[in-house]
Each structure stands twice: as C-alpha cells, then as structure tokens.
C-alpha cells in the first residue's frame, strides 16, 4: 500500500506539471484581444470613424516617385532616359540612383459614383470602368467601391474582370454624395494590397454633400498614402451646371486632390468620351517612369519633404509636362 501511494503522489505531481506547462504555452501563443478595431479590422477614432491602424510614412533609405510625361498635346512621352529628369527635394538637387521604364503590375481601386446627379451618366461611367480594367496590366488586381449616401465596398481585391462587371450590373444611382468618404475607403482598402505600385481612379461629376470626413481631412490622407489619384469628372458644360457650391466645386476638388499625387484630372461633358479616356489612364498607369534617389537629408522627424521633378528636354523635343506626387512625410523612428 505504502508504494502504491507513493507512485499515485508521483504521476499526480508529474500531472499537475503537465497541465502548467500546457496553460503557459497556449497563453504564449494566444493572440491578444487587449485592442479593439472596428469590424473591418480598423482602428476607430473618438467620433466612431474607422482609418488605417498606422499613417503611411517613407521607412527606407531609397524614396521612389513615378513620373508621367506628356506633350504640348497631351500626348504620352515614352523612351527618355535617367539623364532627362531632375529631382528635388526642399529644394536641393538629389541624385537619381535606380531608374525604370518598365510596366509593372499594380493594385487599383475603381471608386464609382452612385449618387443621384449621376442616374443619366452611370450607365457610361460603368462602361469607363470596364474598359480601363480590360486596358491595365494583365498581372494588375482590382476592386471596386461605390458611394452615393455612404461609400461602401462592392468588390475585394480580384483579377477576374467578369466578376467585377457583374458587381457594377447590380448597382442604381441614388442619394446624395460622399465623395470624400468614398476616397478615405479607397485608401484604407489599399492596406490590402499586393502591388507596390498603388492607384486610385475615381469616375464622378464631382462635388461632395454627405461625407462625414472634411476636404482637409483627405488632402492629409493622400499625402500620407504612397497611391496615385485619377479622376474622371463628368460635367455638365458651366452654364448649365446646378448652381450648388458642391457642384460647382467638384472639378478643383478632383483636380486639387490628384494633383497632390502625381495622378491627373480628367473631364468630359460628354459620357460617351469615358471608355476612350478611362483607356487613356490605364494606358499612362503603364508608361510611367520610377525615379528612385536616397534623400541626402537624413532625419527622421515626420516632416513634410516636398518633391520638384525637372526636365532636361532632349534636343528636337518640345516642351515637355511632367507630372509626380508633390512631397512625403520623412520617416519617424
């Protein structure tokens, strides 16, 4: 009896080890729910509002700006070399170290607009977005939001263009106008993406009535975001355009925003001129040049850099456009 005792004290002290060796285990591994992000997986700020859980800041050594060139007629420039291009950083000259004419695959979000003033043009602005998802790079993946009240996420990231088109066949035009909002979801879904290389097109007649998030809110957003902004802005010609100060507002919106990163504004009073031009941003997406130089300032201060790009114009060129985001917030480590 006395042995028998002894080996039950045994086994009972070598299972009670066991079981504490389990329960560190399974705590140290365990994720932790000690933070709370909305249901999409953001973090939320005091007035409810979901964002991006960290802002987009430049954190290596080696800063890349993609660059379009065009004509006196808006023509794209294609086959110039590191030599023709200029950068500079608050002003001082840098040296262009990596230089790419390459296409490369991107993540695009297509960001469509529902709202009401748009019932007589979506049919169009759909037909837009299809044809500049069949004109981008094969590799390219996509998704779709739309936004009339409020923006809302129709589509996840896909390659498969049938399944997009099938998403936009499902979709009326209606409500007011978050535009705003709409870009601020655009930007967050990019968190999502695969592609280094990151753009927005936006299809809208422009203006804002219903976003809960500011102009100023947005052009703090975009600046933080390495992700170019199109538009296209279907407007009606000015003497016919509803006298409303969104209406009225919507193409410097548009153009304000873009221009922040190194994307366009396009126009068109006419809908039936949206494939060509939606065909005519998939086609600069893949015509740009990337310009990569190391920046000789070094601090990591979180500051606002702004970025100049300059031609030197090849002889027997014209004048030369050149179009690149505006700046970037240095690193803050």
């Avoid at 285990?25 to 939320?44: E, H, I, L, M, Y």
């Avoid at 896909?158 to 909002?181: F, H, I, P, Y």
Wanted: charged letters at 25%.
């Amino acid at each position: 009896m006395k042995h028998n005792s002894h080996t039950s004290c045994r086994l009972l002290a070598q299972f009670l080890i066991l079981t504490l060796v389990c329960i560190i285990f399974f705590q140290s591994s365990s994720p932790s729910f000690a933070q709370s992000p909305g249901a999409d997986g953001a973090n939320r700020d005091s007035a409810g509002r979901s964002g991006p859980s960290q802002p987009i800041h430049m954190t290596v050594d080696l800063a890349l700006v993609n660059v379009t060139v065009t004509d006196p007629y808006n023509r794209l420039v294609t086959g110039l070399e590191p030599d023709n291009f200029r950068v500079f950083e608050d002003n001082v000259e840098q040296e262009v170290v990596n230089f790419s004419s390459e296409d490369v695959p991107a993540s695009v979000g297509v960001i469509l607009d529902l709202s009401g003033s748009m019932a007589n043009k979506v049919g169009r602005a759909k037909e837009a977005a299809l044809q500049f998802f069949k004109t981008a790079n094969p590799q390219d993946e996509f998704f779709l939001i739309g936004f009339n009240d409020r923006a809302g996420l129709l589509s996840p990231f896909t390659d498969n263009v049938e399944e997009l088109q099938t998403r936009m066949l499902t979709v009326s035009a209606k409500g007011a106008t978050a535009l705003l909002d709409a870009i601020y979801l655009g930007l967050t879904q990019m968190r999502n993406a695969r592609r280094s290389k990151r753009a927005l097109l936006i299809i809208s007649d422009g203006g804002d009535n219903h976003s809960r998030y500011s102009e100023r809110d947005i052009k703090r957003l975009v600046r933080e975001a390495d992700t170019q902004l199109y538009s296209i802005g279907i407007f009606d010609p000015i003497e016919y355009r509803a006298r409303t100060p969104e209406e009225l507002n919507g193409p410097s919106l548009l153009s304000e925003i873009t221009e922040l990163t190194g994307g366009r504004a396009f126009t068109a009073e006419n809908p039936n001129d949206l494939p060509d031009i939606a065909t005519k941003i998939g086609t600069e997406l893949r015509n740009q040049y990337v310009l990569g130089y190391r920046p000789t300032n070094k601090a990591h201060n979180a500051r606002w850099r702004k970025i100049k790009v300059k031609m030197r114009v090849p002889k027997g060129l014209p004048p030369l456009s050149v179009y690149a985001k505006t700046g970037y917030y240095a690193p803050n480590l």
